[in-house]
């Protein structure tokens, strides 16, 4: 990771004491997560979108459709910030302003690029199914059987595009007590 290439208004999280600084942990949100929200930068405005995810390597892999606006915004920006949280939580209070939200949340800045090489398109495939396969046993969500084969068919890796971030950065936050 390289912070010093990060952008300029980039300042120190506030509320320090809520900051997770141990990547062990960070990496353990990033896991845990259903869902990875990316967002582009299209000339004066955000996109955001939720997808669906893998983890390879300390590198995040992401697989989408062959053409639309996140290829056309990658296109012109590889860019991107990408935000994930888990254990979101509303814990009413008694009174209008005690109202709080519990959660773990990591925000990464990083460089989006689509994966040409084969090898590395089915490695970044297999890595979103054991992603959710993974969350599928955690959770016990899982409807179907999820200990069953996991291979995905060459020719499924040659045909779909995969994208993977660099990250440059990830931060860490959480809101866990009530000592809010």
């Known amino acids: 990771m390289n912070p010093s290439v990060l952008p300029s208004w980039l300042r120190p999280m506030r509320r320090q004491d809520h900051e ?4 062990e942990r960070i990496w353990e949100i990033i896991r845990r997560a259903e869902v990875c ?6 000339g004066d405005w955000p996109y955001i979108v939720p997808m669906s995810f893998g983890i390879f390597d300390e590198t995040l892999y992401f697989h989408c459709a062959s053409d639309g606006i996140k290829l056309d915004l990658l296109k012109a920006n590889h860019n991107v910030c990408f935000e994930v949280e888990t254990g979101v939580r509303i814990v009413p209070g008694d009174q209008a ?3 709080s939200v519990r959660y773990q949340s990591v925000i990464g800045f990083g460089r989006l690029s689509l994966v ?3 090898d590395e398109k089915h ?8 992603q959710y396969k993974a969350l599928a046993q955690y959770r016990v969500l899982a409807r179907h059987k999820t200990d069953g084969e996991t291979e995905i068919p060459q020719h499924i890796s040659s045909d779909t595009t995969v994208l993977r971030v660099d990250i440059i950065s990830l931060t860490g936050k959480e809101s866990t007590n ?3």
């Open 20 to 23: 997770i600084v141990d990547s």
């Open 116 to 118: 040409e090489d084969l």
């Open 178 to 180: 009530h000592s809010d």
């Open 37 to 42: 929200h990316v967002a582009f930068c299209g």
């Open 97 to 99: 302003c005690d109202w």
């Open 123 to 130: 490695a970044g495939l297999e890595a979103l199914l054991a």
